[in-house]
């Protein structure tokens, strides 16, 4: 009997082991977006609202004032359509006298799962902050989804003309984001959503990207 329960353990303390590779394989996080815009072509990526310039390294584009009224006031924004739920992106962004940059995660079902809206040091000191943000469902009639504010105190400005580091993990319905030297946490139940686009839009002068980087689970 001894010598039978010394055989089954070990068959289970094998099976174990071997299972344990496979697991981690399958939780692994997975590279969506890996774009450095050394080439005009991306799978994922699609330039809107704007004429984009891809090419050495960067995409640049300044808005111009008849297409930010053709798209109702909206300026130019670089969309990647991957379906994803909890991820982590890092995007390097130079803002050149833009009022607002703003980072969002679509939920796949549509309205914005999450977002930071951030203003720049080209506006006024005293001006709005930045803020992160998600939104409620929309309501039957409603022209818009309510937004709901999760941090208007913490988030700081992109530094004008400059390469600024935007760095956002989101987990289940918990969010943290890192800028300009500053770690900002946050959550809501609405963050949780399922998500189907990561994009970086802006209002206003001129934007260039370097890096935009998102992997999944």
């Not at 299972?19 to 394989?25: E, F």
């Not at 005009?40 to 808005?63: L, Y």
């Not at 909206?74 to 379906?83: D, L, R, S, T």
Request: charged share 25%; glycine share 6%.
């Amino acid at each position: 009997m001894q010598l039978r329960s010394l055989i089954t353990l070990a068959s289970i303390t094998f099976v174990s082991l071997l299972s344990q590779p496979v697991l981690m394989a399958e939780t692994a996080p997975k590279l969506l977006i890996e774009d450095d815009y050394s080439t005009v072509k991306h799978p994922t990526r699609r330039a809107a609202r704007g004429n984009w310039v891809i090419a050495d390294g960067t995409a640049s584009v300044e808005q111009e004032e008849a297409l930010y009224k053709k798209y109702k006031n909206h300026g130019p924004i670089m969309i990647y359509n991957v379906p994803h739920t909890d991820a982590h992106a890092v995007v390097e962004v130079k803002p050149g006298d833009c009022k607002t940059v703003v980072f969002t995660l679509d939920a796949a079902e549509g309205g914005h799962a999450f977002r930071i809206i951030f203003r720049t040091t080209s506006g006024p000191e005293k001006g709005p902050s930045s803020q992160i943000v998600t939104y409620a469902a929309k309501e039957p009639g409603a022209e818009k989804a309510k937004l709901i504010p999760l941090n208007r105190k913490d988030t700081p400005k992109l530094i004008n003309n400059e390469w600024n580091r935007i760095e956002v993990t989101v987990v289940g319905e918990d969010a943290t984001v890192v800028v300009g030297g500053k770690t900002i946490k946050v959550s809501h139940p609405r963050i949780a959503q399922e998500k189907g686009i990561a994009k970086l839009g802006f209002s206003f002068g001129k934007l260039s990207l370097r890096k935009f980087t998102l992997e999944a689970k």
